[in-house]
């Protein structure tokens, strides 16, 4: 009765990663959000009895599902922005109360296996689950129920995305617990770390390492600008 679903876009150039074409050419990072989705979708795959979903925009549906085939079902939000693609997720797929539904972003290819399987165990224990980024947001949440305020207000992709959440949870009066923390990949010292990890660790996500292969030198070159 485990669910993960990943946030995702259809890789559009300048519809996805944005803040990195400021330093990238924009087919470079549209070939890195595919590159990061799928090792994300093979990573959420890698956990025993899990189900694994995609939600993304309505007008994406229909390409993601091309590109994605078989890998997982994709289903269309209601409404849009990612806030409203997070109140979504938990209506279509928490409604019944018998789920422990997990939101999940879809360029964290490098986290752990484990950290995933903390976040349901925490989310047995509580209401909603949390984990944070570094940079003040965050790159899960989960919860039991369609709580259809709590994303109410959200500024997503902001830096007080963590905390506006963390207070409508307490406004709510749900409980909550947190995994911990990471870095997702939003802008060059981003990309800069994630070449590193995956320098040493290429298995853990072999199509975004391979993606570094290819564009090594605009990568190198990110670390002086």
């Known amino acids: ?3 993960l679903v990943i946030m995702a876009k259809a890789p559009k150039p300048g519809m996805v990663k944005t803040r990195l074409t400021e330093n990238l050419p924009s087919p470079a990072v549209t070939a890195l959000y595919l590159c990061l989705l799928e090792d994300t979708l093979a990573l959420a795959k890698s956990l025993t009895s899990v189900e694994v979903a ?3 925009p309505e007008p994406d549906h229909d390409e993601l599902a091309r590109l994605l085939g078989n890998s997982a079902p994709v ?3 209601k409404g849009e922005g990612l806030a409203a693609g997070l109140t979504s997720v ?3 797929f928490a409604a019944a109360g018998q789920r422990h539904v997990i939101a999940f972003n879809s ?3 490098h986290l752990a296996p484990s950290v995933l399987n903390s976040a349901f ?3 047995a224990t509580h209401d909603v689950v949390v984990g944070p980024t570094y940079d003040g947001g965050y790159y899960l949440v989960g919860a039991k129920a369609a709580h259809a305020s709590l994303f109410e207000g959200a500024s997503m992709g902001t830096r007080s995305a963590l905390d506006r959440l ?3 949870i307490k406004v709510l009066e749900l409980t909550a617990g947190c995994t911990e923390p990471i ?6 010292n981003d990309l800069i770390l994630l070449a590193q990890e995956l320098r040493l660790a290429p298995a853990k996500a072999p199509r975004t390492a391979a993606w570094f292969g290819q564009w090594q030198q605009e990568v190198a070159q990110l670390g002086h600008c």
Do not use: G, N, W
Not at 183 to 188: H, L, R
């Open 121 to 123: 165990q925490i989310l």
């Open 183 to 188: 870095y997702d990949i939003d802008v060059a």
């Open 54 to 56: 995609v939600m993304c």
């Open 75 to 77: 289903v269309a939000q």
């Open 107 to 109: 360029d964290s290819p």
């Open 166 to 168: 963390l207070t409508r």
């Open 90 to 92: 938990f209506r279509h």
């Open 1 to 3: 009765m485990r669910t």
